[in-house]
Structure formats: structure tokens, C-alpha cells
């Protein structure tokens, strides 16, 4: 091997495993979340506050890395993550009216992503709580977590985790819509089919 | 020394297959158009779902990905944009199937994908070109519409770091939204039946 080509492997080696920013995958919205939602008579909801619970700490659940590799929202924050999450999915099920009185809170108790060598996972969890006023209508906690194949090779262990920690925002709203107290919680009873 | 610049070697050269996502983002293919009452659908056989292409990247290596699962969340958005029902049939649209599944139309897609990479170190696609070809049936199974979609998107290194599989995304998103332009036209061959 010449020590042309040693130096150039060295400076790849090294390009390659900088650890550079990684952003998140914009959200999209899974459609197979919000089909329920569209066949029910249900009022139309704002989306309040997102942030981290106050029982964590704040790097708790905003501070991810692929690896080495910092790992960011493309929204400035992971609770602006989930809000952006939650608002496209309502947005998408035309329930999403940021002047009505029933508004949804979420508190994010735990966001983590991990790439080793074998197994990718990500999990998720939060507590939603939908009010009128000072009226509770459905306060719970949801979890989702995913899991998907990694690999040793850094870039490509990166780019898997980066492809797949939308999912488990998508799993965790579709635990959230598929619980008939929050379906319930946003019922309009006046409605007829 | 020898050993681990082997390996190191070993690692860097391999021809590794990397998985990208080719969907685009959602909200750019929001319409804000009258919705129609219309129902309609649409078919993806299994086949085509499963379907994974795997084709030559930059750097020797290669990019996985699904092109009909990956891009039925922009069909699905292009369609729920304009009409209110949007039911994804299980079988191919006969005037039974159409009629079991209570839809006046159904909308069968074609994608072919193209991606290009000018990296000597590096996979990620530089180019990336999606092509649909989108036609409808009434009930009674006639090709009631049909029309060629294609878009391209380009990207850089410093795109990299937001998604590895952002060309595609770009491309994906420019067919889709002149499919939309058209869907969305007052024009709408769906009126004028």
C-alpha cells in the first residue's frame, strides 16, 4: 500500500467519522393514523404548549446523537417535534382550528435514538392532556417505541436511524387517536352523521 | 498498523448498500382548494408496496429504497387534499371492486425513479428523477384520465447533513405537486363526468 493511498484512506476515515450535525426527517403525516379520526363527528381542536415535562431535565429529552454525531430537530427543538407532529396530523384530518376553546398540551417525558451495531431503536413518550377551559376533558400518558436494523458501518447506521425516528412520532399519535377517551374527549355529541 | 489500516480499508471500500426514504415533504403539496364530495380511491398491489429498489450510488456503493410505499403517503396527501372520502382499495378496481368499496373513481399509479451520484467518496444521490404515471377509472373500469408526471431534484454535500436522501425527496415533491396542480384545477376531469 503507498503512503499516497494510506493518507488518502487516513482523510477519509477521518472525513467520514467527524461528527458532523444530523437533522431529523421533516414530519409527514401517516394517513393511516388520521383515517379514523376523518370518519368521526368530531369538534376541531388547537395545539397548545409542547415542552418537556418539568419532572425531566430539559437535556433529557432534547439532547440525541447518532453515535457521535449531534442529532437535531429541523423545528429548532424536539417539543416543537411532536407540536409540529401533532398539529400536521389534525391539520391533515381537518380537525386543527388554532381558535377553538378545546386545546391539546403535550409534556414529553422521554425522547431517545440509538444506533449500535445490531439493533436501531428510538422511543417516545409524552403525556397529552385536552382541556375547555379549566375543564379536564382527557389527561394521559402514551409511549411508542421502534426499532429497525442497524449496522456497524457509521454511515450507514446513521442514515437508518435518521430514515426511522419519524416513526415512533407517528406510533406514539397513532396510540393517542386511537383511544376511544380521547376520541370520546373531542366527541361532538350535537352532530349527526 | 498494517492490520488496522486494512480494516480500515476493508470498511471504507466495501460496496454498502444504504437505506434512503424518497418521501416528500407533505406540506409543500397542501392546497388549500375546495374540497370535493367525491369518492374516490386508489390501488397499490402488495407486489408493488414490497417492491425495493436497490440501485448504484457514489463511492462504489449502492441506495435502497421503496418506491411505492414511499411515495403513496404523497398520493394519499394529494388526494385527501381534494376530496373528502379517499379509501386505498385491496384489490385491482373492477366495477365490483368500486362498487364494494363505495367510490365513483379509482386512481392507479406507476412510478419508475432514476438516481445519479457524481461522489467518488461519497453515496448519497447528487440526482435523483421521479417518474408517475397516474390514470383513473370510472365504475364501469374505463380509463377515464390519464397523465405523465416528472420531477427532478438536485442536491449537494451540505444537504447531506438535513437528509442523505434529499434529491430524491426534491424530485418526488416536484412530481407530486404538478400532479396536485392538476387535481386541484377547476377543470378537474372528475367535474366535467
Keep these: ?6 493518507c488518502v484512506l487516513v482523510a477519509t476515515f477521518l472525513i467520514l467519522n467527524t461528527a458532523c450535525t444530523m437533522l431529523a426527517p421533516k ?59 401533532l398539529s ?12 377553538s376553546p378545546i386545546e391539546i398540551t403535550a409534556y414529553i417525558l422521554k425522547n431517545e435514538i440509538s444506533v449500535p451495531m445490531d439493533t436501531g431503536s428510538a422511543a417516545l413518550t409524552a ?24 449496522s456497524f458501518f457509521g454511515a450507514t447506521a446513521l442514515s437508518a436511524g435518521q430514515i426511522n425516528y419519524p416513526i ?26 | 498498523m498494517k492490520i488496522l489500516g486494512a480494516i480500515v480499508s476493508l470498511f471504507l471500500l466495501a460496496g454498502c448498500a444504504h437505506a434512503i426514504n ?19 380511491g386508489y390501488y397499490l398491489s402488495p407486489a408493488d408496496r414490497d417492491k425495493q429498489v436497490s440501485q448504484p450510488s457514489g463511492g462504489g456503493d449502492s441506495v435502497t429504497y421503496y418506491p411505492y410505499k414511499e411515495l403513496e403517503p404523497a398520493l394519499q396527501k394529494v388526494l385527501y387534499e381534494r376530496f373528502k372520502v379517499v379509501h386505498a382499495l385491496s384489490s385491482p378496481p373492477t366495477e365490483r371492486v368500486l362498487a364494494e368499496g363505495k367510490v365513483d373513481y379509482a386512481f392507479i399509479p406507476e412510478f419508475i425513479t432514476e438516481n445519479y451520484s457524481t461522489g467518488v467518496l461519497t453515496w448519497p444521490p447528487t440526482k435523483f428523477i421521479v417518474k408517475c404515471s397516474m390514470r383513473a377509472v370510472d365504475k364501469t373500469g374505463t380509463v377515464v384520465w390519464s397523465k ?46
Design chain 1, 127 to 150: 403525556r397529552f392532556v385536552v382541556s375547555h377551559g379549566t375543564e379536564k376533558l382527557f389527561d394521559k400518558v402514551k409511549d411508542a417505541s421502534t426499532t429497525w436494523p442497524s
Design chain 1, 27 to 85: 414530519y409527514n403525516t401517516s394517513f393511516e393514523n388520521i383515517a379514523p379520526l376523518r370518519e368521526e363527528h368530531l369538534k376541531k381542536v388547537a395545539v397548545g404548549d409542547v415542552k418537556p415535562d418539568p419532572s425531566v431535565k430539559q437535556d433529557g429529552t432534547e439532547s440525541l446523537s447518532l453515535r457521535a454525531a449531534p442529532f437535531k430537530s429541523p423545528y429548532g427543538s424536539f417539543s416543537a417535534y411532536l407540536k409540529e407532529a
Design chain 2, 148 to 193: 405523465q408526471y416528472e420531477g427532478t431534484g438536485e442536491a449537494t454535500s451540505s444537504d447531506w447533513k438535513q437528509d442523505f436522501g434529499i434529491a430524491a425527496k426534491r424530485a418526488a415533491e416536484s412530481a407530486f405537486k404538478s400532479f396536485a396542480q392538476d387535481i386541484n384545477s377547476p377543470n378537474v376531469f372528475i367535474l366535467k363526468h
Design chain 1, 88 to 99: 400536521q396530523e389534525l391539520e391533515d384530518a381537518h380537525l386543527l382550528d388554532p381558535k
Design chain 2, 22 to 40: 424518497i418521501t416528500p415533504n407533505l406540506r409543500a403539496l397542501t392546497a388549500n382548494t375546495e374540497i370535493l364530495k367525491t369518492p374516490v
Design chain 1, 168 to 193: 415512533v412520532y407517528q406510533k406514539l399519535l397513532q396510540s393517542l387517536f386511537s383511544d376511544i377517551d380521547f376520541i370520546g374527549a373531542l366527541k361532538d355529541k350535537g352532530a349527526h352523521k
Design chain 1, 1 to 6: 500500500m503507498s503512503a499516497n493511498f494510506k
